[in-house]
């Protein structure tokens, strides 16, 4: 027969188990209630000199005053950017972003965290990790950030040459890109031997300007000056009509994916044809 003072003891014991769960529920609860939300990066490409976009998207929460927007940059201490309670704080800003920096304030609610950076420079590349909190839960992901120089380039009919010449002109890029010249009549053709194609260095002492000039080209045709590095791909065309000259340029970023290809490309290109930098793309 247990004793009136072993049943209070067990009670008590029970009690004091069943509280302890009762307290570990809750705070496991409270801990699995921040559940980790989306976040999403997209890769981009900076042109130095110029204002650069990280682009960075999240789960949208209309509790702004509980979202914090952290943005980091591999090998680099304190922080790129933070902004939380509605409002920037940039008391643990690395020296080298500083007042370079800016988050889209109207639209965080809305779930862009995208960090506008001013003045890219080369120095910019690198892994960046765009790190969300808000009511909901917690969330990160990185972004490969990329940079160089690219332009889009204007081709001219170069008028003082006793043979019709085309000039394709660049203002900047870096790493110095490949040139190569094809046309709408001559399918397939290749100008290697038709072209010359000169890199020249600009006043930073960076980026260089690509001058190339096509020899013998013949009216009623498009002709069209391609320019590409692992950042960008940029065409010029042209075309020369009796009564008229229509031109059109295009700039596209490349992906990392496409990069891939571009070098390859590259090491071809280098291997069979070292002398000459203009080729036609088949
Ligand atoms: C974020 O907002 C900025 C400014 O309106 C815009 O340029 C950018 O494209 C937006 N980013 C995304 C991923 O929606
Ligand atoms: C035209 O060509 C001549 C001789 O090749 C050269 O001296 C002159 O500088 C050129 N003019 C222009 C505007 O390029
Ligand atoms: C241009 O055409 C002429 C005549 O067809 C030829 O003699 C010359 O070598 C050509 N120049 C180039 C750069 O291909
Ligand atoms: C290419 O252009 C450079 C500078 O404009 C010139 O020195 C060189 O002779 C040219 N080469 C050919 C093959 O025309
Ligand atoms: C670029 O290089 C030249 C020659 O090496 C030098 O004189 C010039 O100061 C450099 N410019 C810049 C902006 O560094
Ligand atoms: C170019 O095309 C126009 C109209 O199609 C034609 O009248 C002209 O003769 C052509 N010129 C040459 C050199 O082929």
New binding site residues.
Partial sequence: MASLGQIIFWSIISIIIILAGAIALIIGFGISGKHSITVTTFTSAGNIGEDGILSCTFEPDIKLNDIVIQWLKEGVTGLVHEFKKGKDDLSDQHEMFRGRTAVFADQVVVGNASLKLKNVQLTDAGTYRCYITTSKGKGNANLEYRTGAFSMPVVNVDSNAS?ERLRCEAPRWFPQPTVAWSSQVDQGATFS??CNTSFELNSENVTVKVVSVL??VTVNNTYSCMIENHLAKATGDIKVTDSEIKRRSHLELLDSKASLCVSSFFVISGALLPLFPCLMLS
């Fill in positions: 043979s031997q038709a020899y013998n």
